[in-house]
């Protein structure tokens, strides 16, 4: 695979740079369309392994648990087993994960508890390629555009929506086929990315190359301004990724549209709008950018909470997608800029915490959710209304009408965060303008 690596003296050239971000590129798309495509087929997949819609949630889950691992331990090894490695396990990691999901109903018997357990460890498996990437990247761009931070990496998680929409149109295309083949289509990307590490060069980190040492990186993890952005990375993720499928599902009652379609036009917005960081950056500063997408992504899940009709509802969702897009590119943007010695383990620390969010704020949101149902239910139980719904139609009517009066109070829960968000946000703002604006820290 990738050779380890290039002396901290070599110089990248241009043409180098340009072929180390497609392969970026490339690797993000492939993650993007795991997801993408893992949403079209779920139904199928539910079928195939004889597991209802909770049990294969909970498998899927394992791949949010590998990302936190694999992301969090790979990211400081970058500068140990080196880039190219990783990103080798990586792509190994994705073709192994998918030969195991759309083999193993060939092995097991369905509804089983072998099945449950196999889906699970084959999405662990897959998401243990995609934390990589994601360890591998952001240190990766970051010191290849060390004066463009924010904006490069703004531009790089633009292909994490677009991989979404090239799985998601993929997976429409080609719906006639069986699920394991519309699945087994992101190993295209996979081995593209594969067969460009071969023989390909990598700088070490910037961190590396300023001579900063290991205890000095560990050290960066404990000054309080990281802490604080460390806690935040907690609440804009909570913002962005937890309420995302409540959205989806949302729009797709309100304005009827399929699942994927609202999927595709989500990250179409963000596919776009992620381009135009950079100066959204360099006018408002990155955390002036923080500052407002937290306000409109508070405002817009607000909005979604009394939205009442198919344009109100697409509106509100279009202002909630605008505000998320540059939330977690720009986190880790800042946390690069602001905090250069802490390299590849700080990032990888910001990306370990997005992802651990949702383990909160999605528990959080299903919690209020059922609360609320319960108070519009009145004196009929949660658990008997769910029960009777089948056989019952009056309490079925109760209890779609009760949900429906629900599900917006999760949306305002969620959106408090953005509160706690402007307010910091704020605060750091007006502090780097007191002392001259923003300033990027810089390794010499």
Same mark, same amino acid.
């Given at each position: 695979?990738?050779?380890?690596?290039?002396?901290?003296?070599?110089? *990248?050239?241009?043409?180098?740079?340009?072929?180390?971000?497609?392969l970026?590129?490339?690797?993000?798309?492939?993650?993007?369309?795991?997801?993408?495509?893992? $949403?079209?087929?779920?139904?199928?997949? !539910?079928?195939?392994?004889?597991?209802?819609?909770?049990?294969?949630?909970?498998?899927?889950?394992?791949?949010?648990?590998?990302?936190?691992?694999?992301?969090?331990?790979?990211?400081?090894?970058?500068?140990?087993? +080196?880039?190219?490695?990783?990103?080798?396990? #990586?792509?190994?990691?994705?073709?192994?994960?998918? +030969?195991?999901? *759309?083999?193993?109903?060939?092995?097991?018997?369905?509804g089983?508890?072998?099945?449950?357990?196999?889906?699970?460890?084959?999405?662990?498996?897959?998401?243990?390629?995609?934390?990589?990437?994601e360890?591998?990247?952001?240190?990766?761009?970051?010191?290849?555009?060390?004066?463009?931070?924010?904006?490069?990496?703004?531009?790089?998680?633009?292909?994490?929506?677009g991989?979404?929409?090239?799985?998601?149109?993929?997976?429409?295309?080609?719906?006639?086929?069986?699920?394991?083949?519309?699945?087994?289509?992101?190993?295209?990307?996979?081995?593209?990315?594969?067969?460009?590490?071969?023989?390909?060069?990598?700088?070490?980190?910037?961190?590396?190359? !300023? $001579? *900063?040492?290991?205890?000095?990186?560990?050290?960066? !993890?404990?000054?309080?301004?990281f802490?604080?952005?460390?806690?935040?990375?907690?609440?804009? !993720?909570?913002?962005?990724?937890?309420?995302?499928?409540?959205?989806?599902?949302?729009?797709?009652?309100?304005?009827?549209?399929?699942?994927?379609?609202?999927?595709?036009?989500?990250?179409?917005?963000?596919?776009?709008?992620?381009?135009?960081?950079?100066?959204?950056?360099?006018?408002?500063?990155?955390?002036?950018?923080?500052?407002?997408?937290?306000?409109?992504?508070?405002?817009?899940?607000l909005?979604?909470?009394?939205?009442? #009709?198919?344009?109100?509802?697409?509106?509100?969702?279009?202002?909630?997608?605008?505000?998320?897009?540059?939330?977690?590119?720009?986190?880790?943007g800042?946390?690069?800029?602001r905090?250069?010695? +802490?390299?590849?383990?700080?990032?990888?620390?910001?990306?370990?915490?997005?992802?651990?969010?949702?383990?909160?704020?999605?528990?959080?949101? +299903?919690?209020?959710?059922?609360?609320?149902?319960?108070?519009?239910?009145?004196? &009929?139980?949660? #658990?008997?209304?769910?029960?009777?719904?089948?056989?019952?139609?009056?309490?079925a009517?109760?209890?779609?009408?009760?949900?429906?009066?629900?599900?917006?109070w999760?949306?305002?829960?969620?959106?408090?965060?953005?509160?706690?968000?402007?307010?910091v946000?704020?605060? &750091?703002?007006?502090?780097?303008?007191?002392?001259?604006?923003?300033?990027?820290?810089?390794?010499?």
């Open positions: 695979m990738g050779k380890e690596a290039l002396r901290s003296r070599d110089t *990248v050239s241009d043409t180098h740079r340009d072929r180390l971000f497609l970026s590129v490339i690797a993000l798309t492939t993650a993007g369309m795991t997801f993408g495509l893992r $949403g079209y087929v779920m139904a199928d997949m !539910a079928k195939a392994f004889g597991l209802d819609s909770a049990k294969v949630g909970w498998a899927v889950g394992g791949e949010f648990l590998a990302f936190a691992i694999s992301v969090f331990i790979g990211s400081p090894l970058c500068d140990y087993l +080196g880039m190219g490695r990783l990103l080798g396990l #990586s792509c190994a990691s994705f073709i192994v994960g998918l +030969g195991m999901i *759309v083999s193993a109903p060939h092995f097991i018997t369905p089983t508890g072998t099945a449950l357990a196999l889906l699970y460890a084959s999405w662990f498996v897959a998401g243990l390629g995609r934390g990589l990437v360890a591998v990247i952001n240190p990766l761009v970051a010191t290849l555009y060390p004066d463009e931070k924010t904006h490069k990496l703004n531009v790089l998680h633009a292909w994490w929506p991989g979404i929409i090239i799985g998601g149109v993929t997976a429409y295309l080609l719906r006639s086929l069986p699920w394991e083949a519309r699945l087994a289509t992101f190993a295209i990307p996979a081995l593209i990315f594969g067969y460009m590490l071969i023989g390909e060069k990598f700088p070490p980190t910037e961190r590396v190359q !300023a $001579g *900063v040492s290991a205890g000095e990186m560990i050290r960066e !993890a404990f000054k309080p301004l802490i604080v952005w460390f806690l935040m990375m907690f609440l804009t !993720a909570g913002m962005e990724l937890a309420p995302g499928q409540w959205v989806e599902a949302m729009l797709t009652r309100m304005v009827h549209f399929h699942g994927i379609w609202i999927l595709i036009y989500g990250s179409a917005l963000m596919f776009v709008f992620r381009h135009f960081a950079g100066p959204l950056a360099h006018k408002f500063s990155p955390v002036g950018l923080m500052w407002l997408s937290s306000l409109l992504a508070g405002l817009g899940l909005a979604i909470s009394f939205a009442n #009709s198919p344009v109100t509802a697409l509106v509100a969702a279009t202002i909630w997608y605008v505000g998320v897009c540059y939330m977690w590119p720009t986190m880790l800042v946390t690069s800029e905090f250069p010695r +802490g390299g590849a383990l700080l990032i990888g620390l910001m990306g370990c915490a997005g992802n651990l969010s949702i383990q909160f704020v999605l528990p959080l949101m +299903g919690s209020v959710y059922d609360s609320y149902t319960q108070k519009y239910l009145g004196a &009929i139980k949660l #658990s008997d209304a769910v029960s009777q719904s089948a056989t019952n139609p009056a309490i009517k109760a209890l779609d009408a009760a949900r429906l009066q629900a599900a917006p999760a949306f305002r829960y969620v959106a408090s965060f953005g509160i706690v968000l402007i307010v946000f704020g605060i &750091i703002w007006l502090m780097d303008k007191a002392k001259g604006g923003y300033k990027q820290v810089k390794l010499t």
